[in-house]
């Protein structure tokens, strides 16, 4: 039996930089289909997964360009909501000469900000083993953070796996100002988070102690990440480290979302709900890890978020890399 994947939140139009200038000396950009969740959603089907997208996105072009482009790349989108109330939402991404992104978006509110708590349907978790996945820009706001929290509910009452990207995007938040007590509320329901250092450090002056708290309180997996440096990744159990192989990096846009993705893949394929994630050994979760950094060392070679997403194939040959 297969493990449902279902990834909520925000679909939207990256408008990405290449780097180039025209004749009047402006910078020039290339629509592509983007959008944390959406990216995971795309890099679990790329792998093979059973992959589901939930939120909303606009009743207008970029909507249905951005349901088109799941569903090319294996997405179903029977959980995908369209509005004629709002836009679908946009973001123009910069790149750096070493391929590292700033972002400035189009939102407030847009088509995925709308939706709603009592959008959620009982029957997209019927699946007797899943993995529900949320990142922290459907916490930005109040009713679409309520609507994100009902959804982490009916998950767990399906006994489904939680997994939280935190994902920050600060220029999302009013006025710049992270409501750090409400992500760190939110953290405290998943079963496995991924966070950068830098994005704890926002979050807790002692960022290791609030993975041991976490821990403490029930969350049985927490991988951290930190740059170029080795991934860190800590249990109840104790902790481990994994280094990324060396790669020649054209963007990273979606490394973050290729490693989620990858991650989920092997906790869909090893079991896909809360009482096998108890039961991982300290060898199938530290292969599990390498499998994920693999899935993002490969999405840094190609520009662009779905097209850089490796398939199953692909993550493996750059596993026998390192």
Request: overall charge negative; charged content about 20%; glycine content about 10%.
């Amino acid at each position: 039996m297969t493990t449902k994947v279902m990834a909520f939140g925000e679909a939207l139009i990256d408008f990405l930089s290449n780097g180039s200038t025209g004749l009047d000396g402006l910078e020039s950009f290339a629509k592509y289909p983007g959008g944390a969740p959406a990216n995971v959603a795309v890099a679990v089907a790329r792998l093979g997964g059973d992959s589901h997208f939930a939120g909303q996105v606009g009743d207008d072009s970029f909507g249905h360009f951005l349901k088109e482009s799941l569903e090319h790349y294996g997405v179903k989108t029977d959980s995908m909501l369209m509005t004629k109330e709002a836009k679908t939402a946009l973001a123009f991404v910069s790149l750096d000469a070493t391929g590292e992104r700033s972002f400035e978006f189009y939102r407030n509110p847009s088509a995925d900000m709308l939706f709603r708590r009592e959008d959620f349907k009982s029957e997209w978790f019927y699946a007797p083993r899943g993995v529900f996945h949320t990142c922290s820009n459907t916490l930005t706001d109040s009713d679409i953070s309520s609507a994100t929290m009902a959804g982490i509910v009916m998950a767990k009452a399906a006994g489904w796996i939680v997994s939280i990207d935190v994902n920050l995007r600060i220029n999302l938040w009013p006025d710049h100002q992270v409501d750090t007590d409400r992500v760190i509320a939110w953290m405290r329901q998943g079963d496995v988070i991924k966070a950068s250092l830098e994005e704890l450090e926002v979050l807790s002056s002692e960022p290791l102690a609030l993975i041991q708290e976490l821990l403490k309180g029930g969350v049985a997996l927490f991988v951290l990440t930190d740059g170029g440096q080795p991934v860190r990744y800590f249990t109840a159990s104790g902790q481990g480290e994994i280094a990324a192989p060396k790669v020649d990096v054209k963007d990273t846009t979606a490394a973050g979302d290729a490693f989620v993705g990858g991650l989920l893949y092997q906790l869909a394929e090893h079991g896909g709900d809360r009482e096998s994630l108890s039961r991982f050994s300290e060898e199938e979760l530290k292969a599990c890890i390498r499998f994920a950094v693999a899935c993002g060392a490969q999405a840094v070679t190609k520009p662009g978020a779905y097209p850089s997403l490796p398939t199953l194939a692909e993550a493996n040959a750059r596993l026998e890399t390192f």
